[in-house]
């Protein structure tokens, strides 16, 4: 399994501000994944993210609220941008294994005040 | 779109007894993953099984895709158990495997 590593593991920000997520991987991947657990609720995919080609979002997920960036196969970032109180959540990265089966960050534990 | 159902939304056990969480599914799937979120928020695998019957240690997971559920069995829990557990699969008309759509989870508490 890959070994996925997330910078930060956890903030608190204020509203109107911006935080990009790093997500480091092991190895090379073709597609990293972005999903979002709001308190209490279970995990939903923000955008699929392909190396040099822009991320696929998900319905209810915008571009400019989620800017996504993949320079290569083993990095991505997500920018949580004008970010409000309902953005607090924990952002996870996801990569497929060869048998397709998916692992996860540790994710990123996001405040707003 | 696919619909995933986990049961029972939560559930307390006292330490060493055995449980059996459900997970129903809509339509056919490619992947099924079975994963235990620990009270720290980190997300860990526990069965890749879109078919079959898997064993590790005191957990073990079934899958009967042409009836379209899942079981995952825990024996002799621990408190460590305690967490949510989840089901995610990926849709077979999806094409690919690797977007899942997650069930709202099973909160367990486990007792000592």
């Known amino acids: 399994s890959a070994v996925i590593s997330q910078k930060p593991s956890r903030d608190i920000c204020q509203r109107g501000t911006s935080l990009t997520i790093q997500c480091q991987v092991d190895?090379?991947?073709?597609?990293m994944f972005w999903y979002r657990q709001q308190p209490g609720q279970s995990l939903t995919l923000i955008a699929t993210?392909?190396?040099?080609?822009?991320?696929?979002?998900e319905s209810g997920f915008v571009i400019d609220k989620f800017p996504i960036s993949r320079p290569n196969l083993t990095f991505s970032t997500l920018t949580v941008s004008n970010m409000s109180p309902e953005d607090s959540s924990i952002y996870l990265c996801?990569?497929?294994?060869?048998?397709?089966?998916?692992?996860f960050g540790e994710g990123s534990r996001l405040t707003v005040l | 779109g696919i619909q995933v159902e986990q049961s029972p939304p939560d559930l307390i056990l006292q330490e060493g007894a055995n449980s059996t969480l459900r997970c129903n599914f809509s339509?056919?799937?490619?992947?099924l993953q079975w994963f235990h979120q620990n009270p720290w928020g980190q997300l860990i695998n526990l069965f890749y099984?879109?078919?079959g019957t898997k064993q590790n240690g005191r957990l073990s997971a079934t899958t009967v895709a042409t009836e379209r559920y899942s079981l995952l069995y825990i024996s002799s829990s621990q408190t460590t158990d305690s967490g949510v557990y989840f089901c995610?699969?990926?849709?077979?008309?999806?094409?690919?495997?690797?977007?899942?759509?997650f069930g709202k989870g099973t909160k367990l508490t486990v007792n000592p």
């Open positions: 996801s990569v497929g294994g060869f048998s397709g089966e998916l692992f």
């Open positions: 099984i879109p078919s």
């Open positions: 190895s090379q991947v073709t597609m």
């Open positions: 993210a392909n190396q040099g080609s822009e991320a696929t979002y």
């Open positions: 995610a699969v990926s849709p077979l008309t999806q094409g690919g495997s690797e977007k899942l759509v």
């Open positions: 339509d056919s799937v490619n992947n």
